[in-house]
C-alpha cells in the first residue's frame, strides 16, 4: 500500500475518520486483493493510537470487507468465482434499484457536476500512468454521488458494503489501464447514464448503470484478474 492514508484532524472523532479513510482505500481499490495491511502503520500514518485503527479493522472485518488470517494479519480477502459473480449480481439489483430511486431527486446541478466529472474521468483515461489512481476515485465518486440522490441512507450503505468488497478488485481493472479503459467505456455509459437521469428515463438509466457494471465484470473474468465463474454472467 503506497501510504494513501492521511494523518487524522483531533478535532474530528478519530474513530470515525480511521474508519473513513480505510474505507477509502478498499472503496477505491488501492489495496489489492490478498495484500496485507499493517495496522501499526497504518496508526503512524494517521497519527493515533492503535485503538481507533482495530476498532476500525473490527468493523472492516465484520462486514467482510476486511480478513484475519490465521497468523492474525489482516488482508483483504480474495473472492471467490462464485462470490465475485454473487457480489455482481446483487449489485445490478440494488445499484439499478437506487438510480431509479434518485430519478425523481437528479437537478440541474447534480447533471452538470456528473458531466464535469465523466470529463474528467475521460481526460485522466487519455493521459493514464499516475493518472489512473484519479481515475479509480472519480468513478467511485461518479456512482456514489448519483446513490447519494436516491435520499435512501440504509440503501446508501448496503451499496457501500458491496463496494468494499468489490473496490480492490475494480483496481485490477480501472488501475492498470486495461483495454476496457483505454476504449474509454465506463465514460461511455456514465454519459449515457447522465442524460437519462437528466431526462428523467428510468428504464435506460438503470440499462446505462447495469452495462457499466456487466462490462467491467465480464472484463475482469476474461482476463482472469478473478476466478472465472462456473456458469458465467
Known amino acids: 500500500m503506497n501510504n494513501p492514508l492521511k ?32 495496522l501499526r502503520s497504518a496508526a503512524e500514518t494517521l497519527g493515533v493510537s492503535m485503538m481507533p485503527v482495530r476498532q476500525a479493522v473490527y468493523e472492516l472485518v465484520a462486514d467482510q470487507a476486511l480478513e484475519v488470517t490465521p497468523n492474525r494479519s489482516v488482508r483483504v480477502p480474495v473472492l471467490t468465482a462464485e ?29 452538470q457536476s456528473l458531466r464535469e466529472q465523466n470529463a474528467e474521468l475521460s481526460e485522466k483515461m487519455t493521459v493514464g500512468g499516475e493518472s489512473l489512481g484519479d481515475v479509480v476515485l472519480l468513478n467511485k465518486t461518479i456512482h456514489f454521488s448519483i446513490y447519494a440522490a436516491a435520499h435512501m441512507p440504509t440503501l446508501f450503505k448496503i451499496i457501500e458494503s458491496l463496494w468494499l468488497r468489490i473496490g480492490p478488485i475494480l483496481n485490477y481493472d480501472l488501475r492498470s489501464g486495461s483495454v476496457r479503459t483505454q476504449k474509454k467505456v ?13 431526462s428523467k428515463d428510468i428504464a435506460a438509466a438503470r440499462q446505462a448503470l447495469q452495462e457499466d457494471i456487466k462490462t467491467s465484470y465480464n472484463y475482469i473474468v476474461s482476463q482472469r484478474y478473478a476466478p472465472r465463474a462456473a456458469s458465467g454472467h
Open 83 to 111: 462470490q465475485f459473480q454473487e457480489v455482481t449480481q446483487i449489485r445490478l439489483e440494488v445499484e439499478s434499484y437506487a438510480v431509479e430511486k434518485a430519478v425523481p431527486n437528479v437537478g440541474p446541478d447534480l447533471i
Open 7 to 38: 494523518p487524522v484532524l483531533q478535532s474530528e472523532t478519530l474513530g470515525a475518520q480511521v474508519l473513513q479513510q480505510i474505507k477509502e482505500i478498499l472503496l477505491t481499490g488501492q489495496i489489492t486483493p490478498g495484500e496485507s495491511l499493517s
Open 186 to 198: 465506463a465514460v461511455v455509459y456514465h454519459e449515457a447514464l447522465i442524460n437519462a437521469l437528466e
